[in-house]
């Protein structure tokens, strides 16, 4: 099965997004295909790299960037909700005349046509959050 994963919600304040990170694990390991995680809303927050949360916690943004880099798995951010919120890579950071880049490694920048795209190369999209 080819699954396209859909992440709406931020990584410290919704379940979903440790549930999101638990499926394409278990889904990798049954051998199933993720073909990509697309993360909206605030759910894009699972892509900063700036994220401290005290040591006793998960770390979701490095799980993630994890997880991408074993399986190349393709994480996109949303560009819209990304900029409403302050995440930016390297390229739209210049594009918007500032100085600094806080996107996690193994993650990307792009549009709700990723999205699309991969909802009609997938056998399932499944979405995690509101």
């Known amino acids: 099965m080819k699954y396209t994963i859909m992440v709406n919600e931020g990584p410290y304040q919704h379940q979903s997004a440790d549930t999101a990170l638990?499926?394409?694990r278990a889904a990798l390991e049954k051998g199933h295909e993720i073909f990509r995680v697309f993360f909206y809303h605030d759910g894009v927050n699972n892509g900063t790299r700036l994220s401290v949360p005290p040591a006793d916690d998960r770390l979701i943004q490095k799980s993630w960037s994890e997880l991408a880099e074993k399986h190349g798995l393709d994480l996109v951010i949303c560009i819209a909700a990304a900029q409403r919120r302050g995440l930016m890579d390297a390229d739209e950071a210049k594009r918007q005349g500032l100085d600094a880049n806080?996107?996690?490694?193994?993650?990307?920048?792009s549009g709700l046509g990723q999205l699309?795209?991969?909802?009609?190369?997938s056998d399932r999209l499944v979405v995690f959050g509101d």
């Open 22 to 24: 638990q499926f394409a």
């Open 102 to 109: 806080n996107i996690a490694p193994g993650f990307r920048i």
């Open 116 to 121: 699309v795209e991969g909802g009609i190369q």
